[in-house]
């Protein structure tokens, strides 16, 4: 009897961990924190962790850290999810920058490469780029896409929303969250805190939303142009001058948390190197100075799930140095 019941013990365990130990979907017994971060630090090629239970509400951001081959997902600021991935492989590097989520096809297939299936595929730019479903050999295999374990890209299909934000880059630390302050404080029940620096009234800028009515909003905000680019599903609805200081130039980037105290979720994006990136205070972002009428339709246009990109790369295309990579926006739809 003791043997048997210790053959049983033994089977749950393997269907819960795995063989290597890995916490897995179905019946995972555990949403400590602690147990999720112990199997996250010792994946190896096709292995994932899921414990949303850990944060079951809030927005989700993806972060693809091409150096280490891992993509890890938050809820709420709060790592729910880290799985091992296969990234492009010479020749077809996957782009670094900032993403939202374009499109999502359970089904898809792909229209370049001899029809292969991209099962649970979410669409990161128009030009063929995604996470999906297929082969993780351990090492950049793919055309340039995001490969994913079968069951991880399932999961993940499941809790990701159309205009998600997906960050591909290097290394970086764990979002902190941080309380809507200055330009970035969006109307609360109809009362629009007032920014502690006075903004400018003058200063061109352009506001056109009907260009594009709806959709996930993203907001570029260059250090290097002194500018701020708003775009609503891939298009361009502002643009402003700005008079605005950072810290660093290590591009921050920030999702809109919402809630009754409206907070944002910011991470530190670093190059492909594997060394954490710093997250830095917003201070002085948030008190940019901006024409007033450009800031009263920013604010309007804000909800959870908006993402802000801090950088010092350029956004106009008259500058020099590189381009900032914010949710694809072209025209030509040539997608795999």
Known sequence: MRR???????????????????????????????EFAKHADRLRPGQWVWAPAIA??????????????????????????????????GGHETPTGVFTILEKNKEHRSK????????????????????????LPG???????????????????EVTPMGGTVVIAGGHEDPVKRDAAGVLAPPMSGVTPAPATPLTAEGSFTWNPDASPSGPVSIIISTGDQQVVVLRNGVEIGRAHAVVQQQTSQPQVM????????????????????????????????????????????????????????????????????????????????AN
């Open 56 to 89: 079951p509400t809030g927005p989700v951001l993806v972060y693809v850290d091409l150096s280490r081959q891992l993509a890890t997902v938050y809820r709420n600021g709060v790592r729910i999810g880290v799985s091992t991935i296969s990234s492009g492989k």
């Open 255 to 334: 999702t809109f948390a919402g809630g009754t105290t409206p907070q944002w979720i910011q991470v530190g994006v670093s190059d492909l190197t594997q060394e954490p990136a710093e997250i830095i205070s917003t201070e002085r972002v948030e008190q940019m100075h901006l024409p007033a009428a450009f800031v009263t339709g920013m604010r309007s246009v804000i909800t959870p799930g908006t993402t802000v990109l801090v950088t010092q790369a350029a956004v106009d295309s008259g500058s020099t140095g590189s381009q900032a990579t914010v949710l694809d926006a072209e025209d030509s739809k040539q």
């Open 139 to 157: 090492f950049p295999a793919s055309h340039g896409c995001v490969r994913l374990p079968m069951e991880f890209a399932k999961k993940l299909f």
């Open 112 to 135: 370049t490469y001899d029809d292969a299936s991209m099962p649970y595929q979410q669409r990161l730019t128009w030009m063929g780029v995604a996470m999906h479903a297929g082969n």
């Open 4 to 34: 048997l019941f210790r053959m049983f013990v033994a089977a749950c365990l393997y269907l819960a961990f795995g063989p290597a130990g890995v916490l897995f979907a179905q019946g995972a017994p555990t949403s400590a924190q602690l």
